[in-house]
């Protein structure tokens, strides 16, 4: 099955589990779409329905490709850079350019950057925040669904390393926001009032980080 949008034809991938119960539409990193439904869901249902929700799909189609532009390539710190292989260094930050070795681990590379970046800027808020608490422990790891983690037992806040490509006030946001779930461990309005409270554009760059 395919639907043609624009001129474009994006493959449609049809995933059928017994648990589901309802049928949702997603577009995956391959601008494939993903229908998943139950078993009991007839073609015809499921065309129908692409057909009823084709300018969501549309809006879906073009926030990926955004998403997808967004981690195409190298960033450092809110800048992309053009990426020229060499062989007489390891990696080389040129004004628009990263001269790089193909042999380097950059994750490796990128989590030094970001131990000495995130702890700085944890320093700072932490001084800074609104609320006494205590002193966290950072953490930093890659992870597929979540910027930040707070583990409010432990005292330990876990940052994404991938925050290291972004602008640096969304690692800011990302720090406000963990520190506020040691006084708030819900997301009630209490804790966004106190992100506010830290940090009132919080909202500007919970929506921007979508867009990665």
Same mark, same amino acid.
């Given at each position: ?8 034809? +994006?493959?449609? %991938? ?6 589901? !119960?309802?049928?949702?539409?997603r577009v995956? =990193? ?8 139950? @078993?009991?869901? $007839?073609? =015809? ?5 692409? %057909?009823?929700?084709? *300018?969501?799909?549309? =809006? ?15 960033? @450092?710190?809110?800048?992309? @850079?053009?990426?020229? +292989? ?10 628009? =350019? ?16 970001? /131990? ?9 808020? +932490?001084? &800074?925040? $609104?609320?006494?608490?205590? +002193?966290? *422990? ?14 409010? &037992? ?7 390393? %991938?925050?290291?490509? &972004?602008?640096?006030? @969304?690692?800011d946001y ?22 506010? %409270? ?5 909202? /500007?760059?919970?929506?921007?980080? !979508?867009?990665?």
């Amino acid at each position: 099955m395919k639907l043609q949008i624009d001129s474009q034809i +994006y493959p449609i %991938e049809i995933e059928r589990k017994r648990t589901n !119960k309802n049928t949702y539409i997603r577009v995956k =990193k391959d601008m494939t779409i993903q229908v998943t439904t139950n @078993y009991f869901t $007839s073609e =015809k249902a499921i065309t129908k329905l692409i %057909e009823e929700n084709t *300018d969501k799909i549309r =809006k879906m189609l073009n926030h990926q490709e955004i998403k997808n532009e967004n981690n195409t390539g190298f960033f @450092y710190l809110g800048k992309k @850079y053009d990426i020229v +292989y060499v062989e007489y260094c390891n990696i080389s930050l040129g004004e628009n =350019k990263v001269f790089l070795n193909k042999n380097l681990d950059i994750d490796k590379w990128y989590r030094a950057q970001a /131990k000495v970046i995130f702890l700085d800027h944890l320093d700072q808020i +932490y001084h &800074r925040f $609104s609320r006494r608490i205590p +002193y966290p *422990d950072l953490r930093i790891r890659k992870m597929t669904t979540r910027w930040g983690v707070c583990n409010t &037992r432990t005292k330990t806040i876990t940052l994404n390393l %991938e925050l290291i490509k &972004r602008d640096t006030k @969304y690692l800011d946001y990302v720090i406000v926001h963990e520190l506020s779930h040691l006084i708030h461990a819900n997301h009630s309005s209490k804790f966004w009032d106190l992100v506010e %409270e830290n940090m009132p554009d919080y909202k /500007k760059y919970r929506k921007e980080m !979508k867009d990665f």
